[in-house]
């Protein structure tokens, strides 16, 4: 079965640790059930997580998720078959938005907008990259 990808970003709404928590273990439990795997970089005024798996599955994820009250301005800025996962062991990784991408000034100047795809999937190499390290 072909696999998709799909990245978007959006603004969080009401983020604490315990939203994300409960975002997080949802996301798991879901995605295990799904096929899913994928990463979800996080930070107060940033969201930007990658799905992968069976195209239906990625599909209907995606629209639960935009339609999700704990965040708001969602845009799909990847969405393309896959031959390989970039997150195999990963229900959802989960990172803590560290200074690699986007500063805070970039993200209220638009960084978001302007982005290409290329920019966006390059995130989440490096992540994988840094993952893979012993
Ligand atoms: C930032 C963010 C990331 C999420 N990631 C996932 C995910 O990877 N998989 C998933 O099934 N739900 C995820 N959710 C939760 C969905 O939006 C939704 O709450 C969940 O799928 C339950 O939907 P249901 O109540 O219709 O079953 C995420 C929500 C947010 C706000």
Redesign the pocket.
């Known amino acids: 079965m072909s696999l998709l990808r799909i990245i978007y970003t ?1 603004r969080p709404f009401g983020f604490d640790t315990a939203t994300l928590n409960s ?1 997080l273990v ?2 798991r439990q ?2 295990a059930r ?1 096929d ?1 795997t ?1 990463a ?1 970089i996080c930070r107060e005024d940033i ?1 930007m ?1 990658l ?1 992968e798996g069976p195209e239906p599955a990625v599909r209907s ?1 995606v629209a ?2 935009m339609h ?1 009250d ?2 708001l301005e969602v845009k799909i800025h990847v969405e393309r078959p896959v031959s390989e996962r970039m997150f195999a062991q990963w229900a ?1 990784l989960h990172d803590p938005a560290t200074s690699w991408i986007w500063s805070r000034a970039d993200v209220t100047n638009d960084a978001i907008q302007d982005a290409t795809p290329q920019e966006v999937e390059a995130f989440f190499t490096k992540l994988r990259d840094e993952q893979a390290r012993p």
């Open positions: 959006s975002i949802h996301a879901a995605n799904d899913i994928g979800l969201y997580q799905l994820a639960r998720i999700d704990r965040h959802m």
